[in-house]
C-alpha cells in the first residue's frame, strides 16, 4: 500500500547533511528508510519491477529480501546503493535522504553503504591485504592494514594476506570480498546472494561467519536471497516478496507461524492444501475439524496443513477394525530424510474420500507400508484462507 507518510524534502540536503555520521544517540533511527519505492525499466510504460515498498532497517538489524527469482529484490538493492535513480518515492540513509524522485541523487560512492555481490571481483594484480586495505585511504596506513587484519581473522582469512586472488578457492575470494566491503564500516551492508555459487558445506560455514561479523561490527545489512532457510538463518526479519511488492514483513517466526498469505506459507516450504466451506466457525476436513473463527458460514476456504502438523500414532493391526472403520488412515509409503521423515499417508476422510497428504515426522520413523495409523493436527501449522481473496 503506498505510504503517506513519504519523507520530502524538497532541497537537495547541505554537505554536512551529506555526510553526517551517527553518534550513539541517533540509534533508533533507522540506518534505511525506503518510502513508497516504485521502480520501471525502460520508462514509465516499461514493467514494473518494484512497486509500494516501504522499508525500515535499524541499526545492527539483518534484513533480508526473500522472494523467486525476478521479484524485485536486485532493484530494490540496487536503489538502496545509489546504482538506480529513485523515480518514485525515497531513500534515506541514518536520517538523510540520499534519493528522491525527481529531486536528488547521492552518487553511490558518497553512501557509506558496502556491497558485496553473488560474484565480487576482487582486483587480480592486488593481495588479499591489499584488496581489503583499497577502500580505507581517510585512515593512516598502520590502521589501515590493523582493521584489514582484524576482518581477515574474523573471516578466517588472516592466513592468505599475502596471497593473490586467482590463488583462492571461490568462497575464500568470497570471504575476502566481505572484508573489503566491510573495511570502511559501512552503516548498511547490502549483500546479493553473496553464498549461491557456493556448495552445500561451504555456504553454511560461510553464512555463519558471515552472520557473526556482522552483529560484531554492529552494521544494519540488507540481504538478498531466494533461498527460505538461508533467510531464516541470517534475518532479524524478512521481507518478502512476490512480482515487485513486499507481501510480508517480519521476523522469521511471525511469517512461519502467522502468515497472511497462502503465498507465504507455499514459500517456507511444502504444504498439504484441503478445500472446504466454513459452518459456524469451523471447517471439516478429512483429519477433523478445523479453527475458522471470524469466517462467514459459506465461506469457500483453502485448509493449509505444513507435513508437521500431521501427528502420527501408529496403532494395532487389527483387520475387522481396518476393513469396518473408514475412518482409520493408513501409511502408503516412508522415506528417511535425514533430521526427519517424510510419509505418505492415505487419509480416510468421514465421507468416504480419500486424500494423499504427506506428514513430517523428526528422526527415523519408518511404519511399514498399510500400517494403520491415528491422525491428528498440530493446528499452530494449519492456516486457513479464503479463496476469494487470495488469488489460489
Ligand atoms: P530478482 O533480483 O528478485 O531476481 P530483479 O530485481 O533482478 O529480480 O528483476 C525484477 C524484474 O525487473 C524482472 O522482471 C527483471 O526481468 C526486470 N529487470 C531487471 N533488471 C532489468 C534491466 N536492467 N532492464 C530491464 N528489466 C530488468
Ligand atoms: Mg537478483
Request: with cysteine; aromatic share 4%; charged share 20%.
Amino acid at each position: 500500500m503506498p505510504n503517506n507518510q513519504t519523507v520530502t524534502r524538497p532541497v537537495a540536503p547541505s554537505p554536512q547533511q551529506q555526510t553526517a555520521t551517527p553518534s550513539a544517540a541517533d540509534t533508533d533511527i533507522p540506518v534505511l528508510t525506503m518510502r513508497n519505492i516504485r521502480h520501471a525499466y525502460d520508462g514509465d510504460k516499461g514493467h514494473i519491477a518494484v512497486e509500494h515498498v516501504d522499508l525500515d532497517i535499524f541499526p545492527g538489524e539483518v534484513v533480508c529480501l526473500l522472494g523467486p527469482s525476478g521479484c524485485g529484490k536486485t532493484t530494490l538493492l540496487r536503489i538502496v546503493a545509489g546504482l538506480e535513480q529513485v523515480q518514485q518515492g525515497s531513500v534515506t540513509l541514518n536520517g538523510t535522504v540520499v534519493g528522491q524522485a525527481g529531486m536528488y541523487h547521492l552518487p553511490p560512492e558518497k553512501r557509506n553503504v558496502g556491497l558485496a555481490f553473488q560474484e565480487s571481483a576482487l582486483f587480480p594484480h592486488l593481495s588479499v591485504l591489499e584488496n581489503v586495505i583499497f577502500g580505507l585511504e581517510s585512515l593512516p596506513l598502520r590502521a589501515r592494514k590493523e582493521r584489514a587484519m582484524t576482518l581477515l581473522e574474523q573471516l578466517g582469512m588472516a592466513q592468505h594476506a599475502k596471497e593473490y586472488p586467482h590463488t583462492l578457492s571461490g568462497g575464500q575470494q568470497q570471504r575476502v570480498a566481505l572484508a573489503r566491503a566491510l573495511a570502511p564500516s559501512p552503516q548498511l551492508m547490502l549483500l546479493d546472494e553473496p553464498f549461491s555459487s557456493l556448495d552445500a558445506r561451504l555456504r553454511d560455514q560461510i553464512r555463519d561467519d558471515t552472520l557473526h561479523v556482522l552483529k560484531d561490527v554492529g552494521a544494519g545489512a540488507l540481504l538478498v536471497t531466494h533461498d527460505p532457510e538461508e533467510a531464516m538463518f541470517m534475518a532479524d526479519r524478512i521481507a518478502l516478496m512476490r512480482d515487485g511488492q513486499i507481501i510480508q514483513i517480519g521476523t522469521p517466526e511471525e511469517l512461519y507461524c502467522t502468515p497472511n498469505d497462502p503465498f507465504v506459507v507455499r514459500f517456507f516450504g511444502e504444504v498439504n492444501e484441503l478445500s472446504g466451506v466454513v459452518w459456524q466457525n469451523r471447517v471439516i476436513t478429512p483429519l477433523g475439524d478445523v479453527d475458522a473463527q471470524g469466517m462467514e458460514d459459506g465461506t469457500h476456504v483453502r485448509v493449509m496443513i505444513r507435513p508437521e502438523a500431521l501427528c502420527i500414532k501408529a496403532i494395532d493391526q487389527e483387520p475387522a477394525a481396518n476393513h469396518d472403520n473408514e475412518h482409520n488412515s493408513h501409511v502408503l509409503m516412508a522415506r528417511l530424510l535425514g533430521r526427519t521423515s517424510l510419509l505418505h499417508i492415505c487419509a480416510h476422510g468421514a465421507d468416504g474420500n480419500e486424500t494423499h497428504m504427506h506428514a513430517r515426522v523428526p528422526g527415523v520413523f519408518l511404519p511399514q507400508e498399510g500400517q494403520p495409523i491415528n491422525l491428528n493436527l498440530d493446528c499452530s501449522q494449519v492456516f486457513v484462507f479464503p479463496v476469494e481473496n487470495n488469488g489460489l
